[in-house]
């Protein structure tokens, strides 16, 4: 299946879980193919289990007390590793858990900025730390969850402040053949793929299965519910009223990353891009539904809700658009809020009702540069510390919250408030 977004030109990528956006008859459609990271060496590893704490509480634990040292007291000292207030603070707090540069094997970057992204994500982590992803394996079906996994324990619990993310990558590259080269891929599609191999990991049957396109799909990935779907994946309502006989069907369809379409050239806000998606179409011409009760071809209006809100809500900027037989990329200044993003006026009453629809920004891949000759980097808040950094592959530093805002802007990662 062919997807779209990619920066380097449109390849084709095998199946992975669905993303919105627009079709070519107008109508939206899912596309589906549906820190210290070093931790001191104090003695001997903590237990997996971490004794009657969860990992989640742990880390936050140790978190803070490197957090609350750093404030009060001239230096560190854990056991036999002191860290001197005289070194540069961000070698410092590069040191703080989850805080963990990512190695570029050659033209990587758009897989280091999208595992640095998840590996931001309070829940997904703890989920992978505390290891219960090994009672969903089935034989034969999750080395992309275990690769996932080694790297998320190496990221949050490992004692180097860069590590390689080759396991994983070629794990990820035997199922999909483009990621295996070193040549430059686009993010978006990269992200998609992760989240369909670890849904597919996580899956209770071991038997995979193949979706050729949303049309193919009436229920996204959500047929066996993982860890995946639990946190990523939303749900759409299309409303579709014939324009003749003024019966109205609906049709839902399930997402995992929303695809918003640029309405400006020079600049615009999230919010701009938010309402040309969900504004209402008119289907005529060749985009005409064929109504049942009409018996025939009609013109239609067409518009969506958000029926379900997921707990992590992925925003793709839609960069990269075909002009006549070229492909460019839009360097649009787009705004986008880093709290209280709310939902709420492109949700069912349902959704709003239970105040599912506010979000808080917690991660951004950008791109920067043109089509053949790009960079990705990460943007992701600090779970424990709440601070910004960036993540230039290796390379960490910490950000204000005013530079979190950017004009390369690629993806954008919202978590629901009511999870913080």
């Given at each position: 299946?062919?997807?779209?977004?990619?920066?380097?030109?449109?390849?084709?990528?095998?199946?992975?879980?669905?993303?919105?956006s627009?079709?070519?008859?107008?109508l939206?459609?899912?596309?589906?193919?549906?820190?210290?990271?070093?931790?001191?060496?104090?003695?001997?590893p903590?237990?997996?289990?971490?004794?009657?704490?969860?990992?989640?509480?742990?880390?936050?634990?140790?978190?803070?007390?490197?957090?609350?040292?750093?404030?009060?007291?001239?230096?560190?000292?854990?056991?036999?590793?002191?860290?001197?207030?005289?070194?540069?603070?961000?070698?410092?707090?590069?040191?703080?858990?989850?805080?963990?540069?990512?190695?570029?094997?050659?033209?990587?970057?758009?897989?280091?900025a999208?595992?640095?992204?998840?590996?931001?994500?309070?829940?997904?982590?703890?989920?992978?730390?505390?290891?219960?992803?090994?009672?969903?394996?089935?034989?034969?079906?999750?080395?992309?969850?275990?690769?996932?996994?080694?790297?998320?324990?190496?990221?949050?619990?490992?004692?180097?402040?860069?590590?390689?993310?080759?396991?994983?990558?070629?794990?990820?590259?035997?199922?999909?053949?483009?990621?295996?080269?070193?040549?430059?891929?686009?993010?978006?599609?990269?992200?998609?793929?992760?989240?369909?191999?670890?849904?597919?990991?996580?899956?209770?049957?071991?038997?995979?299965?193949?979706?050729?396109?949303?049309?193919?799909?009436?229920?996204?990935?959500?047929?066996?519910?993982?860890?995946?779907?639990?946190?990523?994946?939303?749900?759409?309502?299309?409303?579709?009223?014939?324009?003749?006989?003024?019966?109205?069907?609906?049709?839902?369809?399930?997402?995992?990353?929303?695809?918003?379409?640029?309405?400006?050239?020079?600049?615009c806000?999230?919010?701009?891009?938010?309402?040309?998606?969900?504004?209402?179409?008119?289907?005529?011409?060749?985009?005409?539904?064929?109504?049942?009760?009409?018996?025939?071809?009609?013109?239609?209006a067409?518009?969506?809700?958000?029926?379900?809100?997921?707990?992590i809500?992925?925003?793709?900027?839609?960069?990269?658009?075909?002009?006549?037989?070229?492909?460019?990329?839009?360097?649009?200044?787009?705004?986008?809020?880093?709290?209280?993003?709310?939902?709420?006026?492109?949700?069912?009453e349902?959704?709003?009702?239970?105040?599912?629809?506010?979000?808080?920004?917690?991660?951004?891949?950008?791109?920067?540069?043109?089509?053949?000759?790009?960079?990705?980097?990460?943007?992701?808040?600090?779970?424990?510390?709440?601070?910004?950094?960036?993540?230039?592959?290796?390379?960490?530093?910490?950000?204000s919250?005013?530079?979190?805002?950017t004009?390369?802007?690629?993806?954008?990662?919202?978590?629901?408030?009511?999870?913080?």
């Amino acid at each position: 299946m062919e997807l779209e977004g990619r920066g380097d030109g449109v390849k084709k990528v095998g199946q992975a879980v669905a993303s919105v956006s627009r079709g070519k008859h107008g109508l939206p459609v899912a596309s589906q193919p549906s820190s210290v990271p070093p931790r001191p060496s104090v003695g001997p590893p903590p237990s997996r289990c971490f004794l009657e704490t969860s990992i989640k509480e742990e880390i936050k634990r140790f978190c803070r007390r490197l957090v609350h040292s750093w404030w009060n007291d001239d230096s560190i000292c854990l056991e036999s590793v002191t860290y001197s207030c005289k070194e540069p603070m961000e070698e410092v707090r590069s040191h703080l858990p989850g805080l963990t540069g990512l190695k570029n094997l050659g033209n990587t970057c758009y897989m280091n900025a999208i595992l640095q992204g998840l590996c931001s994500l309070p829940p997904l982590v703890d989920y992978f730390l505390s290891g219960k992803y090994k009672a969903a394996l089935h034989k034969g079906n999750g080395e992309a969850a275990t690769a996932f996994g080694c790297l998320v324990s190496d990221m949050w619990l490992g004692e180097s402040a860069c590590v390689s993310p080759e396991g994983f990558h070629s794990v990820l590259g035997k199922r999909y053949p483009a990621f295996s080269k070193r040549t430059q891929q686009d993010a978006q599609e990269f992200l998609i793929c992760v989240l369909n191999e670890l849904h597919e990991a996580l899956k209770k049957s071991s038997k995979r299965k193949c979706v050729p396109d949303a049309k193919g799909s009436r229920g996204g990935v959500s047929e066996t519910p993982t860890i995946i779907t639990e946190l990523f994946e939303g749900q759409l309502s299309y409303d579709i009223t014939c324009l003749e006989c003024k019966s109205t069907s609906h049709r839902p369809e399930s997402f995992t990353v929303l695809s918003l379409p640029i309405p400006s050239k020079s600049a615009c806000s999230l919010q701009d891009c938010l309402e040309c998606f969900f504004q209402q179409d008119t289907l005529t011409w060749n985009n005409q539904i064929h109504c049942s009760w009409c018996g025939s071809k009609q013109d239609a209006a067409v518009k969506a809700t958000i029926t379900k809100a997921p707990q992590i809500m992925i925003f793709h900027l839609k960069r990269f658009e075909w002009q006549g037989k070229q492909k460019r990329k839009l360097s649009t200044d787009i705004w986008y809020p880093l709290g209280d993003l709310d939902l709420s006026p492109y949700s069912s009453e349902e959704v709003q009702r239970r105040r599912d629809a506010e979000y808080s920004l917690c991660a951004v891949v950008n791109h920067s540069g043109f089509l053949d000759d790009g960079h990705y980097t990460a943007f992701c808040k600090h779970s424990v510390s709440t601070n910004w950094y960036s993540f230039d592959d290796a390379q960490i530093s910490k950000l204000s919250d005013s530079s979190v805002q950017t004009h390369t802007a690629y993806l954008l990662f919202y978590t629901c408030q009511s999870l913080l």
